[in-house]
């Protein structure tokens, strides 16, 4: 692996871009957490990253108002949707490596943060074995973004302790979790990828003994002018999942009864032209 005193050693500069300048024979690669997609979400210092990158590689989450603050990058779309991976993540990194050794400034642009769920450690991982240079930028990620919106705390004194986040696809289909700790009542359980497997997860968490009338949000297109909320229950959570589209999570919590649900559909209060829905579904056929 090369050490930076290597890189050093080597005097060899790529010029690109006819005379704009010189580049260093090693470029660098930094991941960045672009957030749930509000690009008023994105940090300081995303935006910094964004600003002074040669290529954007991204994936299906980020929006195109964020991909347009970095109009001097050339961007890549390594879109991955579940069922639909367009690159292999074997492939993403070998793409980092390669383009950090053509000496590129390269964002690798995530949505969320690049370490809950965004495999942010595996391209960390290879940058490191190859000896380039990688750094992280946090992103919020969609459980805050959705909880914030609908102004429902993960942790609220009395009656959420603790907050967990988890997974609802595993690699080889239905999570194996512990449902004894997660269905322990006082706690937000935030489910992330669970649409497919939200009958599955309400099933497994209440014979592990969590209430069916425990409050559960369910949020698709966190922070996005499409927000979709719908306030059910640990019971209703697989009914309240039917006919989702975009990326959406599944919030179980006594804490999510806290929930904004405006009674006019179709608005959100103080903006514009959104098409925000906001529902509320099986809240009294709980156990
Ligand atoms: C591969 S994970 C990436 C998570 C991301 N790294 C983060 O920190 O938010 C994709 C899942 O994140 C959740 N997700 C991402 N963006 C979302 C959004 N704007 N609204 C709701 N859920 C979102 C969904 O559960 C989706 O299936």
Redesign the pocket.
């Known amino acids: 692996m090369a050490s930076p005193s290597d890189r050093k050693a080597e005097p060899r500069l790529v010029a690109l871009r006819g005379g704009e300048g010189v580049r260093p024979a090693v470029g660098r690669v930094t991941l960045v ?1 672009a ?3 509000d690009p008023d979400l994105l940090t300081v210092k995303a935006l910094k990253a964004l600003q002074a990158a040669d290529v954007l590689v991204h ?1 299906g ?1 980020v929006s195109g108002e964020i991909l347009d603050l970095a109009p001097q990058a050339r961007r890549i779309d390594v879109a ?1 949707r ?1 069922s639909r991976h367009t690159l292999p993540q074997d492939d993403i990194n070998q793409l980092l490596v390669a383009l950090a050794r053509e000496g590129l400034e390269v964002v690798r642009l ?11 450690g595996e391209e960390l991982s290879a940058c490191r074995e190859a000896g380039i240079d990688c750094t992280v930028v946090p ?5 805050l ?2 909880s914030a919106g609908a102004g429902a705390p993960l942790t609220h004194r009395g009656n959420a302790q603790a907050v967990t986040f988890v ?3 595993a690699a080889h289909g239905e999570p194996d979790l512990d449902w004894t700790a997660l269905a322990r009542p006082n706690q937000t359980v935030v ?5 497919s497997t939200a009958g599955f997860i309400a099933e497994r968490l209440t014979a592990a003994g969590r209430a069916g009338s425990t409050p559960a949000l369910v ?6 002018a499409d ?1 979709r909320r719908i306030l059910t229950t640990l019971a209703g959570l697989a009914t309240a999942t039917e006919g989702l589209k ?5 919030m179980v919590g006594e804490a999510m009864a806290m929930a904004e649900i405006p009674t006019i559909s179709g608005q959100v209060p103080g903006s514009v032209a959104t098409a925000a829905v906001f529902e509320v579904q099986n809240v009294s056929s709980g156990q």
């Open positions: 957490g957030g749930p997609g994936d989450l991955k579940k995530k949505g969320g943060d690049p370490f809950l769920f965004g495999r942010g992103g919020v990620t969609a459980a973004a959705a997974t609802g696809h489910v992330y990828m669970g649409v949020v698709e297109n966190a922070s996005r927000e975009g990326p959406a999570l599944l």
